[in-house]
């Protein structure tokens, strides 16, 4: 049963490494839309920010005008929690947009000179590195364990070749 277990747990570090893809990617999507989309400005729609610090999902519900005429909406897009509340006062953002890409807007407006998709960014960046150092250190850690498992069997079954008769647990006290 053990060495299912230990079998089982390479799940883990796998989990972890597709985190860690996953996140890139996301990374990724956020740098391409800032660098190639197109710069508009878009109308606030609905700001939401969550005031329980155990779920901490807010968003930004936008409308954008494009220079070619149509307007594109954005319902619900999801922003760290520190960046929403100087946004709530705001009646317009600054984004850029690339409707082609994966994320197809991003908020270029700056909270004290840093721009909300540069702190996304970041923290992608930082999610996606300690999601791969996971994957390495559950990695190295499963592999000891499934090579001492294979070269020295299981450690509750090493050396028991028959039960100790003076071992102090099995002694009756009267």
Same mark, same amino acid.
């Given at each position: 049963?053990?060495? +299912?277990?230990?079998?089982?747990? +390479? %799940?883990l570090?796998?989990?972890?490494?597709?985190?860690? %893809?996953?996140?890139?990617?996301?990374? #990724?999507?956020?740098?391409?839309? *800032?660098?190639?989309?197109?710069?508009?400005?878009?109308?606030v729609?609905? @700001?939401?920010?969550?005031?329980r610090?155990q779920?901490? #999902?807010? #968003?930004? &519900?936008? !409308? @954008?005008p494009?220079?070619?005429?149509?307007?594109?909406?954005?319902? !619900?897009? &999801?922003?760290?929690?520190?960046?929403?509340?100087? %946004?709530? $006062? *705001?009646?317009?953002?600054? @984004?850029?947009?690339?409707?082609?890409? =994966?994320?197809?807007?991003?908020?270029? $407006?700056?909270?004290?000179?840093?721009?909300?998709?540069?702190?996304?960014?970041?923290?992608a960046? /930082?999610?996606?590195?300690?999601?791969?150092g996971?994957?390495?250190?559950?990695?190295v850690? /499963? +592999?000891? +364990?499934?090579?001492? %498992?294979?070269?020295?069997?299981?450690?509750?079954?090493?050396?028991? *070749?028959?039960?100790?008769?003076?071992?102090p647990? =099995?002694?009756? @006290? =009267?």
């Amino acid at each position: 049963m053990t060495r +299912w277990i230990a079998r089982i747990a +390479w %799940l883990l570090p796998v989990l972890f490494a597709g985190l860690a %893809l996953h996140q890139g990617r996301v990374v #990724y999507d956020l740098h391409t839309t *800032k660098a190639k989309g197109t710069v508009a400005t878009a109308e606030v729609q609905e @700001v939401h920010a969550s005031n329980r610090t155990q779920v901490t #999902y807010d #968003y930004v &519900s936008l !409308r @954008v005008p494009m220079p070619d005429g149509s307007v594109l909406t954005r319902e !619900r897009l &999801s922003l760290p929690h520190g960046v929403v509340p100087p %946004l709530e $006062e *705001k009646e317009t953002l600054t @984004v850029r947009v690339a409707p082609d890409a =994966r994320r197809s807007v991003v908020v270029t $407006e700056p909270i004290k000179a840093t721009p909300v998709v540069d702190t996304q960014i970041r923290i992608a960046g /930082i999610n996606a590195l300690m999601s791969l150092g996971a994957a390495l250190l559950f990695g190295v850690a /499963i +592999w000891f +364990w499934n090579r001492s %498992l294979r070269r020295e069997g299981d450690p509750a079954q090493r050396g028991v *070749k028959e039960p100790d008769s003076d071992h102090p647990a =099995r002694q009756v @006290v =009267r």
